[in-house]
């Protein structure tokens, strides 16, 4: 039993309110599988990186219980490299440079003892690779969760984003791209209309706000942690993502009481991610940060009529 | 034993992207008091109308246990009257008409019978009435709820509403004015500053995304409850301290456990204000209606880890 996490392994460089990094370890796999790898092992990973790319971190990985030998290394490329700036109320930014490098060469070829993973985790990524990756599963996963954005709502990748959502049972992505996504701005009937295009589950992400989680007949809302400060929101949905999977997969279970209680690790991991620049936090926590913090959201949703 | 409700009662004209209105009956101590009242009586309303009042809405008050002799009768004068309209996302409004007509005048002057109120409600408003109406009590009240706007954070006020938040015991205002008196950006720093103004207990209303609740020790967090449709939003807040004072009345005890669920009652009645224009839906309700959208809230928020 395994999850597998297909997404980018990355070089980012960020500038927020708080302070700038020069080029520093980030892309989605990198967030999801250190998050998920405090919960289950062995984590696998299928990305792409240059040569350039630092490969203690690759070390660091194995480490951590995270298999890498689906990372293809294109020793003569670059790796893919991303920077933004944040505004000052940490919800919106602007990228400032975008190098796919590697990127552009991607062809997720998933080594045979991934193929009949468990659970798999797609994060955002080119649609049509998603769905490469998918059509490469010897056995259909016990739980497949998509990551996706905007951008590939987009007409030009519209139509090979849906496939993919019709083969998959989580759908992950933020309110404003489910208002996208259905056309409809009430979140209820938005859930109900991506939740008729395949997926069992859709997980709304409201950043600091919380998250919604709905299954054909029922909702749930987990609470947003208010934070005595956001440091770096980069990598949180991802964080978020790796912690949700980790905790299903720890369970082995893929109930809607499971998945509710996935989102509130998710959401825990994630509180610690934004919380330094990069995966510097999201690296040092323990069972007891991450117990304690849980309690936290637990004091915080409770209610006795 | 009492509550008294310090606000406008007036015509609103409402235009969302469902439609539109005429003048309707609106005014924030009307919405307050409706909500109020299917928890508690006798409601005392201290507000000022125009000749041109609907004496049947008066009426109405009155046979739902609401006490009017605080509404001051100006025969000659027109009732304060709002008109604006909605954007697509129901978050923002733009204000085509405000007439103060008789507010300008107001200068709230407590039936004697209202000065020992238990549960005063400052309903929004030049926060040098709600300091009048304070400096009336004979009796300090055992809960002085505050609920107030930007407009009144602006210079030339902020002293005066200053002044009045020392002497309160709950705070409700939204995020963006959270930050906005605090100079805050996260809302968890926004709390402490604004707790060391003077009160217990702050509320920050977030719409859809629901309202958190703090005191020096505790942060509460209810959900938002996602609706197939908002149609009209004007009320909701005056709706949801309506609702939250109505319980703490009804309980007469102000804990924060049952600040807790008073947040979740005003929340519930405040879901039902935003299905159709204006009070419409708000009086239509019954103890059904209510107890069964609390299961709702309860719902929502629960998980079992």
Request: aromatic share 10%.
């Given at each position: 039993?395994?999850i597998?996490?297909?997404?980018?392994?990355?070089?980012?460089?960020?500038?927020?309110?708080?302070?700038?990094?020069?080029?520093?370890i980030?892309?989605?796999?990198?967030?999801?599988?250190?998050?998920a790898?405090?919960?289950y092992?062995?984590?696998q990973?299928?990305?792409?990186?240059?040569g350039?790319?630092?490969m203690?971190?690759?070390?660091?990985?194995?480490?951590?219980g995270?298999?890498?030998?689906?990372?293809?290394?294109?020793?003569?490329?670059?790796?893919?490299?991303?920077?933004?700036?944040?505004?000052?109320?940490m919800?919106?930014r602007?990228?400032?440079?975008?190098?796919?490098?590697?990127?552009?060469?991607?062809?997720p070829?998933?080594?045979?003892?991934?193929?009949n993973?468990?659970?798999?985790?797609?994060?955002?990524?080119?649609?049509?690779?998603?769905?490469?990756v998918?059509?490469?599963?010897?056995?259909?996963?016990?739980?497949?969760?998509?990551?996706?954005?905007?951008?590939?709502?987009?007409?030009?990748?519209?139509?090979?984003?849906?496939?993919?959502?019709?083969?998959?049972?989580?759908?992950?992505i933020?309110?404003?791209?489910?208002?996208?996504?259905?056309?409809?701005y009430?979140?209820?009937?938005?859930?109900?209309?991506?939740?008729?295009?395949?997926?069992?589950?859709?997980?709304?992400?409201?950043?600091?706000?919380?998250?919604?989680?709905?299954?054909?007949?029922?909702?749930?809302?987990?609470p947003?942690?208010?934070?005595?400060?956001?440091?770096?929101?980069?990598?949180?949905?991802d964080?978020?993502?790796?912690?949700?999977?980790?905790?299903i997969?720890?369970?082995?279970?893929?109930?809607?009481?499971?998945?509710?209680s996935?989102?509130?690790?998710?959401?825990?991991l994630?509180?610690?991610?934004?919380?330094?620049?990069?995966t510097?936090?999201?690296?040092?926590?323990?069972?007891?940060?991450?117990?304690?913090?849980?309690?936290?959201?637990?004091?915080?949703?409770?209610?006795?009529?």
């Amino acid at each position: 039993m395994s999850i597998t996490i297909v997404g980018t392994v990355a070089f980012d460089a960020i500038k927020t309110p708080f302070g700038q990094t020069d080029k520093i370890i980030g892309g989605a796999a990198t967030y999801i599988g250190y998050a998920a790898a405090y919960f289950y092992k062995p984590i696998q990973i299928v990305s792409i990186i240059g040569g350039d790319f630092d490969m203690n971190e690759i070390q660091e990985m194995n480490n951590r219980g995270i298999d890498t030998q689906g990372i293809e290394v294109k020793h003569e490329g670059k790796t893919f490299f991303w920077s933004g700036s944040y505004h000052m109320d940490m919800n919106s930014r602007d990228t400032l440079v975008t190098e796919l490098n590697v990127l552009l060469e991607f062809n997720p070829i998933l080594p045979e003892n991934y193929k009949n993973t468990k659970y798999l985790l797609l994060g955002n990524i080119d649609p049509s690779l998603q769905l490469k990756v998918i059509e490469q599963m010897t056995e259909r996963p016990k739980l497949i969760v998509l990551d996706t954005m905007n951008f590939w709502m987009e007409p030009d990748f519209l139509d090979t984003l849906k496939k993919v959502i019709a083969k998959v049972d989580v759908v992950t992505i933020n309110d404003a791209e489910a208002r996208q996504l259905s056309g409809e701005y009430s979140l209820k009937k938005a859930a109900k209309k991506i939740l008729a295009m395949g997926p069992k589950y859709l997980i709304i992400k409201k950043g600091e706000h919380g998250a919604l989680l709905f299954n054909e007949n029922e909702m749930f809302s987990a609470p947003g942690l208010p934070l005595d400060e956001v440091f770096d929101p980069t990598g949180a949905g991802d964080t978020f993502a790796g912690g949700f999977i980790g905790y299903i997969a720890k369970q082995d279970d893929i109930s809607m009481e499971t998945l509710k209680s996935a989102v509130i690790y998710g959401s825990t991991l994630a509180s610690f991610c934004v919380e330094k620049f990069g995966t510097e936090r999201l690296k040092s926590l323990n069972e007891t940060d991450i117990q304690s913090r849980v309690q936290q959201f637990v004091t915080l949703a409770k209610f006795n009529l």
